[in-house]
């Protein structure tokens, strides 16, 4: 085989324009996205490459597209046994000879799998880490190196390597000892995961050494990033569907609400529900045919949201999710990143919509003192909450301290709500220190609630108890009202100049940052409370539901419905999800540019001729029959 990777790479301008016929004719795209198309060429060349792009960046074209082309079989090693059924099929749509082997094949189809390997009868075998390692598994992988070849070895979601990690399996730490039998044979690994750590670990563990590293940003543009002060969050999150950020709504598209605890889960799919949307509950106290029955309906159906902790999550490859929400404040950037990367997985624009409030903060710490990590595991948990609040908090770009918090540099990105509606700042020294000093009159001893109020004057049983009435702070603040005084603390509490003591039902206790302010060396900023929860601004050009769709005609719309009905038939007749059969951007492509022959057909973005064949006359007239289009 390494004559034929010899004669490849000098035949490197016949193998390009061989891989952007492959893209066109099997996958139906015109063009590479990103690095695919160095990542596919260096793979054609039979060398080793590592391949860190984020989530719906196009990783599995990287090594679908060369296993292809490439003489042999493609062994993908993945650890998402759930997902394997269903990429299966997406390739198998597209025509591309593709199996799985797990702990789910039968003896018959492992048989039947296993003829088809030494016949060459496959272009890709997604297997799990288990299975690969299993010496009847190499015996296999033997018979076929010395048969029809092995074209590829795909590592995919390789920072399961990593030790450090949430995803961590130990069966990938043994990977590098199987491929190490077959030299010749060209790996790549994939992740969306790009930490430092992360990265050493791939190259290192998967024996990578020499592997060229591709790194793509990690930014996801068509995300639009929003956080809101929280009130009353189920009405905030009701306006949030019912609105979008721009008056589109999202009743009828598919989204992901993350809360803290089950009991908060179900009670908020329930409000959903009641509100007419076809939402459910997930989470680890749900048995577990429950759980995958949750799972089943979200990747197959269009609108579902899911409500759930963070136990949903690895393992969505859903494209088309319209919105990740967090009701509550996750407890680090690394973890918000990876639950708001779920959406827009499919380029079309997406909302990660998050609000937040001091309550958030007074449990976040208290779950971190009450985790029994060592002082220097809870110190790394307190840095990254703080990190996360200073996110939640922020007056500059969200996006641009999102990047930089993974040490990626960026401008400002005109699609986050500071970008959009930038917050106003005022110079809030002086309500600070009569904050501060209400909080040390009363003994560093009460929350938010009760030093608010003393501050507004308010003769409650609390302060009358304790004589708060007295103090020469009381009533200090009238000038601003509740709400106001809440966001004071809230941003100071972010800052690290108020502290809330969990154990003492958050009370405020001041730390040394508030010394200077105390002593007025210190000038403070901060936001201005805004009177309308994050609206954002009509003068954007995309909208939150797609561009398509938001400037579509009534006409426009009622053929989209029609052939996205055609759709679900088919997708239930072959039970895959219906994204499978056609994604939504190729459903709009169809109805903007209403072709009306095969050619035109081909000529739409994500249907290949094998689609084409399968799905077009059908398309072709329920296009035709529905009224045409009057175009100018
Ligand atoms: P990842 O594995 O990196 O999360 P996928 O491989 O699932 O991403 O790809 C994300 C989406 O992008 C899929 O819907 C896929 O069909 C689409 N896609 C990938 N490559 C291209 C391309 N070159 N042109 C258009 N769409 C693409
Ligand atoms: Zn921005």
């Known amino acids: 085989m390494s004559e034929s990777h ?64 490439r003489p042999g079989v493609g062994i ?47 272009d890709l075998l997604y297997v799990a880490p288990e299975r690969l390692l299993m010496p009847s598994f190499l015996a296999t992988l ?71 590293e591709f790194v793509s940003s990690f930014d996801r543009p068509n995300i639009r990033y929003v956080v809101e002060e929280k009130q009353d969050v189920r ?50 106290g749900l048995g577990s045919d429950v759980r995958s029955a949750v799972q089943q309906r979200f990747r197959r159906e269009d609108g579902v949201i899911v409500v759930a902790t963070i136990a949903f999550g690895m393992g969505i490859d859903k494209p088309d999710v319209r919105f990740v929400a967090h009701v509550d404040l996750p407890k680090s950037l690394e973890g918000y990143y990876q639950e708001t990367g779920r959406a827009g997985r499919d380029g079309e624009p997406a909302v990660a919509w998050m609000a937040y409030g001091l309550a958030d903060v ?17 110190r790394v948990d307190q840095m990254k909450l703080d990190a996360m609040l200073g996110y939640a908090e922020a007056a500059t770009c969200r996006r641009r301290l999102l990047l930089a918090y993974f040490d990626e540099e960026s401008g ?69 009202s509740g709400p106001e005084w809440r966001s004071v603390v809230r941003q100071l509490v972010a800052r690290g100049v108020l502290s809330p003591d969990p154990t003492r039902m958050g009370a405020l206790t001041v730390t040394e940052a508030s010394r200077p302010i105390l002593e007025g060396t210190a000038r403070v900023e901060l936001r201005r409370l805004s009177a309308a929860p994050a609206k954002v601004r009509k003068t954007r050009t995309s909208s939150s539901r797609g561009a398509a769709e938001s400037t579509a005609s009534d006409d426009d719309k009622a053929l989209f419905e029609i052939l996205r009905d055609e759709r679900r038939v088919i997708a239930d007749a072959e039970s895959v999800p219906a994204y499978v059969v056609l994604p939504d951007r190729t459903l ?26 399968k799905y077009g ?16």
């Open 6 to 69: 010899a004669a490849a790479a000098a035949a490197a301008p016949a193998v390009q324009s061989d891989a952007a016929r492959v893209l066109q004719d099997v996958f139906g795209f015109s063009s590479f996205r990103g690095a695919q198309e160095p990542i596919v060429e260096r793979v054609l060349a039979g060398q080793d490459t590592v391949v860190l792009m984020p989530t719906g960046g196009g990783k599995s074209l990287c090594y679908q597209l060369p296993a292809l082309l």
């Open 76 to 122: 993908v090693v993945s650890p998402l046994i759930a997902l394997m059924h269903d990429q299966v099929e997406a390739l198998r749509l597209l025509g591309v000879k593709a199996s799985f082997w797990n702990s789910t094949t039968t003896i018959e189809e492992t048989s039947a799998i296993r003829r088809d390997l030494l016949a060459g009868n496959l």
């Open 142 to 212: 033997n018979d076929i190196a010395n048969g029809p070849g092995i074209a590829l070895f795909a590592i995919d979601e390789a920072h399961c390597v990593s030790q450090w990690g949430h995803d961590f399996r130990p069966e990938y730490l043994r990977i590098a000892e199987v491929t190490s039998y077959f030299p010749r044979v060209p790996r790549i690994a994939l992740t969306a995961t790009a930490d430092a750590i992360t990265r050493r670990e791939i190259h290192d563990r998967l024996r990578l050494l020499e592997a060229r």
């Open 235 to 284: 009405a905030q999150l009701l306006r949030f569907l019912q609105t979008g950020d721009d008056g589109a709504s999202f009743r009828g598209s598919c989204g992901i609400v993350y809360a803290q605890s089950r009991k908060r889960t179900d009670e908020i799919a329930e409000m959903l529900r009641k509100e007419g949307y076809d939402a459910l509950s997930y989470h680890a």
């Open 362 to 378: 007074v449990q976040q710490r208290s779950f971190i003192l009450s985790s029994d990590g060592s002082p220097e595991h809870q």
């Open 412 to 480: 400002d990105c005109g699609n986050c709500d500071v970008c959009l509606d930038p917050p106003e700042l005022w110079d809030a020294t002086v309500p600070a220190q009569k904050v501060l000093s209400a909080v040390i009159r009363t003994g560093q001893r009460f929350g938010a609630g009760h030093v608010i109020d003393v501050l507004t004057g308010k003769l409650t049983a609390k302060v009358e108890q304790w004589d708060h009435q007295e103090l020469p702070t009381f009533g200090v603040g009238a000038d601003l």
């Open 588 to 613: 709009w492509e169809l109805v903007t540019t209403r072709p009306a022959t095969t050619d035109e057909l081909l000529a739409v973005n994500g249907i290949g001729p094998v689609k084409a064949e």
């Open 617 to 632: 006359a059908t398309f072709l007239a329920l296009i035709a029959a529905h009224a045409p289009a009057v175009r100018p």
